[in-house]
């Protein structure tokens, strides 16, 4: 190993103020460095951070990377002390081959592009009903209560057959263990909670089952457990990510007028603009595997039982892959960017998601032509650098009603 291979010292890293869309800026300089640096884990094992696109996409792609739960570290946690468990049944984010593809053979004709398309009438209406309440509320609002928050929500409850009286109380329990600020014992309440409604769930479309996800996974050998495991994967994903896309992205186009103008003008710019605003944002930051045999990556030797951190955020800064990284740019068309990840694990749900933001951040800003913050930007509060997914805790915006 040769003296010139950066070290990144700690994490969680907070953003630079006044740049709540770009990476950390310990990420950006370790990504000037090089695409790959050393890093030790909370605990005192040693590691790698990778930051170069190229790089973390080649470890996506690799089956000697393995994403199995009871192997990986964690970059903020120390489990040194603790003997990690594999995934729970259905748990298949955190699983390798065979048991990840079993699942996900069976989820996937649940989320195709055709079956996408059939349900984009139904977000353009769910989107028309917040909008509608927005305008009627009139100005400020907080973006992410009034809109972020619930449009994903109802989505994703609908689709996996969530009772609309159980939604509140269900999102509620959700955000707790995603902020990143939720004690230890409030966390393990808000998890055990969660588990217990997906069990009761599983058992009411036992006995009447609709025409939601899980209903459809009732004919399959699943059990119970894997039932609740795989609903809440698809719950948490389904929820966190996509409202702070749509709170971040919004930010964004707002603090880029020329993007923002350019949306509103032209329709056909919409997919490209969710594209790029995924890329921009990259609420997804990191996410970790451990080689199971020795690999040379990056001139590197990753040796085997190592873990090593994939930076989504700063792969998709990087200026190797795309042209001037940091300015936002809808209009890009150089594509590829690694928000819903890659290879066997890329994310199920992308198609929903990329349906709800366009949908999403188009019919808001037409809307509203006026739209902007009701706030001094470096006011919006940001996440904490502990929370697993990069966003804000509100949005407050208003408009000339």
Sequence with gaps: MGESVHTIRTMPLERRPGCPFDPPPELIEARDHGPISHFTFPGGKPGWIITGYDLVRSVLEDQRFSARKELLLHPTIDLSGFQVDPAAPGEFLLMDDPLHSRYRKLLAG???????????????????????????????????AAYAKPIPAVVICELLGVPYEDRARFQDHIALFLSGETSDEDLIAAVAAVHGYIEELVAAKRKNPASDVISDLLDTDLTDEELRGIGLVLLSAGLDSATNVLALGTWALLSNPEQLAALRADPELADSAVEELLRYVSVGKTFMRTALEDVELGGQTIEAGTTVVLSYNTANRDPERFADPHALDLSRNDGGNLAFGHGVHMCLGSQLARIELRIGFTALVNRFPTLRLAVPSDEVPLRPGSADVHGVKSLPVTWDA
């Design 110 to 144: 649940k989320f195709t592009v055709r079956r996408m398309r059939m349900i984009a009438e139904r977000v353009e209406q769910i989107v028309g009903e917040h909008l509608d309440a927005m305008e009627k509320a009139g100005p400020p609002v907080d973006l992410v």
